[in-house]
C-alpha cells in the first residue's frame, strides 16, 4: 500500500512555455500532498503543501503566480512551472500524507524537468 | 544554523560494517523523526519514523533519539553494497518535513 504516482517522470520543454506535473495517490486518499523541490547535490527543498479543496500554502521564498498548485480531488495535486526558464530546471516530487499517521508521508518517483 | 544539519559525507565502510549516520535539529518542539534513503536519480523511500527517545530497531536498522541533545541517528548493521545511496533525515512538528541535506554512504565490497 501507500503508493504515490508522478507524471511525467521526465518532461524537456522550451523557455517560456507551462509544463504541469500531477501527483496521484493510488490506494489511499491524501487531504494533504507536498511539492518538493531538489536541485543537484541538495536536498529536498519543501515548496508548498497542497490541502484538498483549498488554496495552497507555500513557503517563504516560492512564486505562487509560478508555480501553480490544484489539489482537486482526494487522491490528485497538480503542479503546473508557469513560464518556465532554465532556472527551474529541477528535479520535482510529491508527497502524500497518509491519512492515518500524523506526519509520515510517502513520496512519488519524481519529476525531472529540464527548461531549455 | 541550519535546522537540520547532516555531515555531507562520504562515510565509506566496509561490507559486513556498521555504519552511523548522525543528525542534529535545532527545533525542540520537533517531534517526529524520519530517516530515507535516496538512489541517485530516485525519490526518498522511507527507511524507519521514530517519535520516542531510545532505540528502536527494524531489521538491519535501529534508529537512535535523544530529544535533550537534539540528535537523531542510524545504525546500519552488517552493511551492504545496495546499501550505497544518499541518507536523508528528515524533522516535522507541523506536519510538514525539514530536510537535511543527506549523508552519502558508500559500502566498498
Known amino acids: 500500500g501507500a503508493v504515490v504516482s508522478q507524471h511525467p517522470s521526465r518532461v524537456i520543454c522550451k523557455s517560456g512555455t507551462s509544463v504541469k506535473i500531477e501527483c496521484r495517490s493510488l490506494?489511499?486518499?491524501?487531504?494533504?500532498m507536498f511539492w518538493y523541490r531538489q536541485f543537484p547535490k541538495q536536498s529536498l527543498m519543501l515548496m508548498a503543501t497542497?490541502?484538498?479543496?483549498?488554496?495552497?500554502?507555500?513557503e517563504q521564498g516560492v512564486e505562487k503566480d509560478k508555480f501553480l498548485i490544484n489539489h482537486a480531488s482526494l487522491t490528485l495535486s497538480t503542479l503546473t512551472v508557469t513560464s518556465a526558464h532554465p532556472e527551474d530546471s529541477s528535479f520535482y516530487i510529491c508527497?502524500?500524507?497518509?491519512?492515518?499517521?500524523?506526519?509520515?508521508?510517502?513520496f512519488g518517483p519524481g519529476t525531472r524537468l529540464t527548461v531549455l | 544554523q541550519k535546522e537540520v544539519e547532516q555531515n555531507s559525507g562520504p562515510l565509506s565502510v566496509p561490507e559486513g560494517a556498521i555504519a552511523s549516520l548522525n543528525c542534529t535539529y535545532s527545533d525542540r518542539g520537533s517531534q517526529s523523526f524520519f530517516w530515507y534513503r535516496q538512489y541517485s536519480g530516485k525519490s526518498p523511500e522511507l527507511i524507519m519514523f521514530i517519535y520516542s527517545n531510545g532505540d528502536k530497531e527494524d531489521g538491519r536498522f535501529t534508529a537512535q533519539l535523544n530529544k535533550a541533545s537534539q540528535y537523531v541517528s542510524l545504525l546500519i548493521r552488517d552493511s551492504q553494497p545496495s546499501d550505497s545511496a544518499t541518507y536523508l533525515c528528515a524533522v516535522s512538528n507541523t506536519g510538514k518535513l525539514i530536510f537535511g541535506q543527506g549523508t552519502t554512504l558508500q559500502v566498498k565490497p
Open positions: 490506494d489511499f486518499q491524501a487531504t494533504t
Open positions: 497542497s490541502n484538498e479543496g483549498s488554496k495552497a500554502t507555500y
Open positions: 508527497s502524500a500524507k497518509y491519512p492515518t499517521s500524523e506526519n509520515e508521508q510517502f
